[in-house]
T-cell receptor, first 111, second 115 residues
Framework: GQNIDQPTEMTATEGAIVQINCTYQTSGFNGLFWYQQHAGEAPTFLSYNVLDGLEEKGRFSSFLSRSKGYSYLLLKELQMKDSASYLCAASFYNQGGKLIFGQGTELSVKP | SAVISQKPSRDICQRGTSLTIQCQVDSQVTMMFWYRQQPGQSLTLIATANQGSEATYESGFVIDKFPISRPNLTFSTLTVSNMSPEDSSIYLC????????????FGPGTRLTVT
């Protein structure tokens, strides 16, 4: 299988930093996506990592370690509007571009 | 980025009936995907819609239950056949960015309730 694992839920305080981890099986792995999904809405693309290292995009950064089968999404200066589900998804070679999603991490930002 | 629309946005259907969901993209794309998101769950891929050939279904999904059409590079339909309450879900279509773009974009989803 190609299990994608991430925590079910996390809570953090407004203005703080939170790191959401994701692990995946490395066999045939191609790239790692992060999506944000607010309740009742479609997922929106946040980031894509294919090389090892940290990719920074404003308040959000995403990290990948291909050898460890590990990624994280880092959210800085948390705002109340960041309360959402964060979905980790992986693509695999010879899988025609489809994505395998983790179960999602429900992030609650408290004042 | 691709702009994707889906019809209908939501529907309430009776058990045993069928519903066809449409997905329209504003540009030609090679890859189109159909996902299901059951209440409180993450996304599960149903099938890849291939232009000019039959769709490729994931384990647990069959053509008789979820027939898919892909008549051209900007449009696809997913039919949920002989519905039961267990089919109540959000159905989303997704497209690849095309060319060298790695991004995948999602449509707004169709919220289906089966009574």
């Amino acid at each position: 299988g190609q299990n994608i694992d991430q925590p079910t839920e996390m809570t953090a305080t407004e203005g703080a930093i939170v790191q959401i981890n994701c692990t995946y099986q490395t066999s045939g792995f191609n790239g790692l996506f992060w999506y944000q999904q607010h309740a009742g809405e479609a997922p929106t693309f946040l980031s894509y990592n294919v090389l090892d290292g940290l990719e920074e995009k404003g308040r959000f950064s995403s990290f990948l370690s291909r050898s460890k089968g590990y990624s994280y999404l880092l959210l800085k200066e948390l705002q109340m509007k960041d309360s959402a589900s964060y979905l980790c998804a992986a693509s695999f070679y010879n899988q025609g571009g489809k994505l395998i999603f983790g179960q999602g991490t429900e992030l609650s930002v408290k004042p | 980025s691709a702009v994707i629309s889906q019809k209908p946005s939501r529907d309430i259907c009776q058990r045993g009936t069928s519903l066809t969901i449409q997905c329209q993209v504003d540009s030609q794309v090679t890859m189109m995907f159909w996902y299901r998101q059951q209440p409180g769950q993450s996304l599960t891929l149903i099938a890849t819609a291939n232009q000019g050939s039959e769709a490729t279904y994931e384990s647990g999904f069959v053509i008789d239950k979820f027939p898919i059409s892909r008549p051209n590079l900007t449009f696809s339909t997913l039919t949920v056949s002989n519905m039961s309450p267990e089919d109540s879900s959000i159905y989303l279509c997704s497209v690849g960015g095309g060319g060298s773009s790695y991004e995948q974009y999602f449509g707004p989803g169709t919220r289906l309730t089966v009574t």
